[in-house]
């Protein structure tokens, strides 16, 4: 036995030195070289580019992309996908722009000005409620995650119209006197110069950071995500990780959707709309298999930040929003590619070195026709 | 009888042979060196125990997969197959084991897909359902052709496939496994329908597990063992006993039970278990069975494919609801546990597909060992990276897994090894029972050896221990009890001195006088 573990010593310098490959270093660092080669090129077209105050405002665009692709990276690798995001966000802003402006209470005659963390904490409950939606739909009856995360995003965006008759809340600034005041502090205020979205995408990336590798949850969602049969036989709780991945994506929405409306100093019923796909997109660029179980925090934030650096430069140069939309998507079309690449490296070094797929068919007939029998003595 | 030779027989009347055929998938050989050959006009059948490596060389021989090496023959001329569609183009037509039927389109279309007929403006539906219609007259079978094939039960699925293979018109006719699912009277008219094709001057190569029903049909017969031939010979001159004696060959040392320890109490207790077949059809797969095993016992449950091996430890596992009856883990009735929970209590199952079920390929060799006893290194909230590497580095050295350290990619080692991933970590969560779904499916004889020694080393400190499988040698290793399975009960049992005839003869593969 001390054989193999010999073995396993002498032999982990050899795995190590596999990193050298500048090949493989290119492909697996991509999101990070795009967004070098971004900075560069934009520095060079523009003398505007390259300075702490535009990365700063370009962050705080990114922030918003980034908070939602957070919890987009969660469910995709959990294998599923949400669409309800962009329109969750637009519903959570709607909501506290409504609750902003008081809530009338028939019944008592009073009108209830909730302080902003109040407003804030309700915001984020309703995605959760959303995201819960999303998942018991997904986990207990099996309706599949784009069916149904599509038709809640129909119906979220639907109530979003309805509360306001397609009207946008204009002011919320709250009053003094109410107590309500702040509500801008999300948008406006600045920690250390850094705008308070930022920093929130930084706390929120940080702790799903932690999340993902640290905690037994995050094992959960690895492993179900790379195989649900495997993880559910081994004892994890596929299920409640398939629901917690729906709400919490649901409460970074409605994060994002806070941020958004307090930024734009107005809650729309129709903001965010299609950042879902945005948010897909960071995912991807950032590594992540749309099929499960791979994927991580870094990836996805550099995938937003390249996504948001990308059609901030462009309008900085003066290029065509137009433009900017075909750069996009060729951006993302490129990513999916070089994803492709790498997945079939790997599988392809798997492959090599296993084989019996003969006798795994076999298995899987016979799990598949249990009537296979002796009928026929 | 003649001597183990793949040429052992007049080639003259070959019309399709294999010659020095290899297949490795990585490290693993599933076959080595095979020369095979179809005799024109008459029926060559292949036995082979489970893995033997008959249905890969099938694949070969009907352009599914290329060999590693060798070639194949076809009517003297040295041919390579670029695909199934090129090798029926040829005149070669394979009935493969596992139905490839698309279950949402009707039987015509299923007869037909790939080869629809056309007319100059569409397809030619009518003929279509009329060669469809006469197929199945053929096979005295009463199926509507626009019947969707999967409100059709398992045994005319398989007749729709078999009817698929019959339109092409081929001059060679692969039947792996056709009739796993049949009725005796739909074995008797598919013999019917084959001698009727011999007499055309089709060539038939049958695959079976029904050695006797084989044996009825068969004019000759070859033995393929370990992915080598190990006896050929014309039907007319052998006999059951000879067709077991050569498939089964001799024992490959797999261990023998652990003596020394006394058991222990019941373990396990498996009361009036029954289980409903998952597609509905209300059939029984598991039927009122009853078992127990008792802590440092070894129990071997034998079976053939069907016979409700894997559906009896899946329901005892809960990964599959029982529709009566209960196991009890120690006195402890587990029923409405989850899987979780049973493992909590000290029961895993050790699936038999272990890439669909065993492994979390996306993962690592460590994180996988780890999966199942993630509370072990659990502190509070967080995971404590070094307990981790602790319990994987010393689960590595207890399996003896052959990997260069616990961050390697799973899918880089060879299936032996992810075989005692699999098992590993389900051994990693201390339990007191362990149920294993053919631990031995596709690894090498070595990596068997040690699966096997490693289960009884466990059992000899208390591990009550139940693994299925369908080799009868695996049945008379470390086994100190031999429960035989035949639809979904228990036929017989055994202590660990039975005889290889003795065990096949209950589980309905072969009745020796």
Known sequence: ?377 | MKPASGNGLATGDAVLSARDITMSYGGVHALKGVNFDIHRGKVTTLFGENGAGKSTLMKILSGVVMPTSGEIVLDGNIVSFSSSSDARDRGISIIHQELSLAPNLSVRDNIFMGRELRTATGLDFAEEARQARALMAELEEDIDPMTPVEDLRLGQQQIVEIARALSVDSRILIMDEPTSALSATEVEVLFRVIRDLTSRGVSIVYISHHLEEALQITDYAVVLRDGAITATAEAKDIDLEWIVRNMVGENFDLGSPPTGHEFGEVALSIEDVSVVDASGSGYSVVDHLSLDVRAGEIVCIYGLMGAGRTELLEAVAGRVPMAGGRALLEGEDLSGLSIAQRIGRGLVLVPEDRQRDGLVQTMTVGRNLSLASIEAFAKRLFLSRSRERELIDSSIRKVTIKTAGGNTMIGSLSGGNQQKVVIGKMLTTNPKVILLDEPSRGIDVGAKAEVFRLLSERAAQGLAVVFSTSEVNECLSIAHRIVVMRRGRISAQFGANATKEQIMAASGEAVIA
């Open chain 1, 1 to 377: 036995m001390s054989n193999v573990s010999q073995a396993a010593k002498q032999s982990s310098p050899a795995v190590r030195s596999e990193g050298f490959d500048v090949a493989k270093l290119l492909l697996e660092g991509r999101a990070f070289f795009a967004l070098i080669a971004i900075i560069v090129v934009f520095s060079m077209l523009s003398p505007y580019y390259l300075s702490v105050a535009n990365f700063l405002t370009m962050a705080s665009h990114v922030a918003i992309f980034g908070i939602l692709a957070v919890g987009m990276l969660l469910v995709i690798l959990n294998g599923g996908i949400d669409l309800s995001v962009g329109s969750t966000l637009g519903l959570a802003g709607v909501v506290a722009g409504f609750l902003m402006q008081g809530v009338t209470l028939n019944w008592f005659g009073v009108v209830l000005y909730p302080p902003v963390w109040v407003v804030a904490v309700l915001a984020c409950m309703l995605g959760a409620a959303v995201g819960l939606i999303n998942g018991v739909l997904i986990a207990r009856f099996k309706v599949p995650a784009f069916v149904a995360t599509l038709g809640v995003m129909y119906m979220a965006r639907g109530l979003a119209l309805l509360m306001t008759s397609g009207l946008t809340y204009n002011n919320l600034g709250g009053r003094p006197e109410l107590g309500n005041t702040g509500f801008d502090a999300l948008g406006f205020n600045r920690l250390f110069g850094v705008p308070t979205g930022v920093v929130v995408l930084a706390v929120i990336a940080f702790i799903g950071s932690i999340t993902l590798n640290r905690t037994a949850f995050g094992r959960w969602l690895y492993a179900s995500g790379g195989n649900e049969r495997a993880a559910e036989l081994s004892g994890v709780p596929v299920k409640t990780v398939q629901v917690s991945v729906y709400v919490l994506s649901g409460i970074c929405a409605a994060i994002a959707g806070l941020i958004l409306s307090s930024q734009l100093t107005s809650a729309g019923p129709t903001a965010g709309t299609t950042y879902e796909l945005t948010a897909i997109a960071a995912v991807v660029i950032g590594g992540a298999a749309l099929t499960g179980g791979r994927g991580n925090i870094r990836g996805t934030l550099l995938g937003a930040f390249v996504i948001g650096f990308l059609s901030d430069g462009l309008v900085i140069i003066g290029i065509s929003s137009y433009w900017q939309t075909v750069f996009t998507g060729a951006v993302i079309v490129l990513a999916v590619l070089l994803n492709a690449v790498q997945y079939r490296r790997r599988s392809k070094l798997a492959s090599s070195t296993n084989g019996q797929s003969t006798s795994q068919k076999r298995g899987k007939a016979e799990a598949a026709n249990p009537a296979h029998g002796k009928t026929a003595g």
